[in-house]
């Protein structure tokens, strides 16, 4: 399966700026057949695990946290950029390579000793997945790991998420 989800990806270089080569998901989205692949086999990664909730990353962790919360008959919680959520929030603020950024999720939406998953699609420096499990943790839920299409192993974001939940998923790597 990880030919045919790499077969999918598309390079778009110099996207989002000159010396980047972006690795481009939303080809996968025209192959239902493939989508349901790749959902199965994250929730088989995870499958002897006891999993109270989702939490899927802004916006492209959206797409499978939900598809992965509703195959397991589990909440979903959305964690957004700042200002995005209409309710009361809980918010973490963290340094990017140039300044920084904030993201929330909704208050009270999981609570002590959950346990949770936490998932977007790919994985470079780790900054916004370990925002997301310092949100969890400030909860009071347990962060018992990561799951993503894509590592980009070379920018190293592993070693940023390894202190919350060394139980991290793939499908590929770079």
Not at 61 to 73: I, V, Y
Request: proline share 4%.
């Amino acid at each position: 399966m990880e030919e045919e989800v790499r077969n999918a990806i598309r390079d778009v270089p110099d996207f989002p700026k000159k010396g980047i080569l972006f690795k481009d998901i939303m080809p996968i989205f025209e192959n239902p057949a493939l989508c349901r692949k790749i959902t199965m086999k994250i929730v088989e990664q995870f499958a002897n695990q006891k999993l109270d909730a989702i939490v899927g990353i802004e916006s492209r962790g959206f797409f499978w946290g939900l598809l992965l919360a509703q195959e397991l008959k589990i909440p979903f919680i959305a964690v957004r950029k700042k200002g995005k959520l209409p309710y009361k929030t809980v918010s973490f603020k963290y340094d990017l390579e140039y300044g920084s950024s904030e993201i929330e999720m909704h208050e009270g939406v999981i609570s002590d000793s959950q346990k949770v998953l936490i998932h977007d699609d790919l994985l470079a420096t780790g900054g916004t997945a370990a925002a997301a499990a310092e949100l969890v943790k400030s909860q009071g839920a347990e962060v018992v790991g990561f799951s993503f299409l894509v590592i980009l192993e070379f920018l190293k974001g592993e070693d940023c998420i390894k202190p919350y939940s060394k139980n991290i998923k793939t499908i590929v790597r770079y």
